[in-house]
């Protein structure tokens, strides 16, 4: 088993253990401070009604963005941390 997949099989398990869904859940990312990448994390939670907050870093060069957004299972939460992992440059924390 891959590590990444090890670490999606945990936290399955510890969200499933801890949450109660639907439920709010808060995603953390940071991205260089390139519009292109932040438009791409915005993109996949904006028509989902997520509320998302965005931070510059002090020398500028990344960008946190922080997004609460409504979650069904553990399952779409990892859901959508898969499809953020495409996005080039981008750090889950």
């Known amino acids: 088993m891959s590590d990444k ?8 398990v510890q969200l499933e253990d801890t949450t109660k869904f ?5 995603y953390k990312f940071i991205v ?5 990448q932040v438009a791409e994390v915005q993109d996949l939670f904006n ?3 997520a509320v998302i ?7 500028g060069k990344y960008i ?11 399952n779409k939460v990892i859901e959508y941390y ?12």
């Open 5 to 12: 997949n090890a670490f999606y099989t945990k936290l399955k």
């Open 22 to 26: 639907p439920a709010d859940y808060m």
């Open 32 to 36: 260089p401070s390139d519009e292109n």
């Open 47 to 49: 028509d989902k009604g």
């Open 53 to 59: 907050k965005t931070k510059s870093s002090k020398t």
């Open 64 to 74: 946190s963005l922080s997004i609460v957004l409504k979650i069904e299972s553990a």
């Open 82 to 93: 898969k499809k953020a992992e495409k996005i080039k440059g981008i750090i889950s924390l």
